[in-house]
């Protein structure tokens, strides 16, 4: 995955999660300005798309104002949205 060389503006969350990659490689980054900095194996629960997916970070990278955390698929998906009816 590419790094960033520092962070752009967050949103009030202080968090952002791209997951461009998610379908197509299993990985995500998590980039912050926050604390704490996440460890090698730390796990999160995100919501791409409606789905509950788990992820454990596998490379942290410190940068400027913050921390990416590029993870990986720690497990399946564990609730997806419902189907719509179609009518």
């Known amino acids: ?3 960033p060389r520092g962070l752009r ?4 969350s202080g968090y952002e999660i ?11 980054v ?6 704490p900095v ?6 999160f629960t995100v919501a791409p798309r409606g789905a509950l997916i788990d992820v454990a970070v596998a490379d942290i990278t410190l ?7 590029s993870c990986r698929l720690a497990g399946p998906a564990v ?9």
């Open 30 to 35: 998590i980039w912050s300005n926050r604390k």
């Open 79 to 87: 609730a997806t949205p419902p189907a719509k009816a179609s009518t």
């Open 63 to 69: 940068v400027d104002g913050g921390w990416v955390a």
């Open 18 to 28: 791209l997951d461009g990659r998610l379908a197509s490689h299993g990985e995500l």
């Open 9 to 12: 503006p967050f949103n009030p």
């Open 38 to 43: 996440p460890e090698l194996g730390d796990e």
């Open 1 to 3: 995955m590419s790094e």
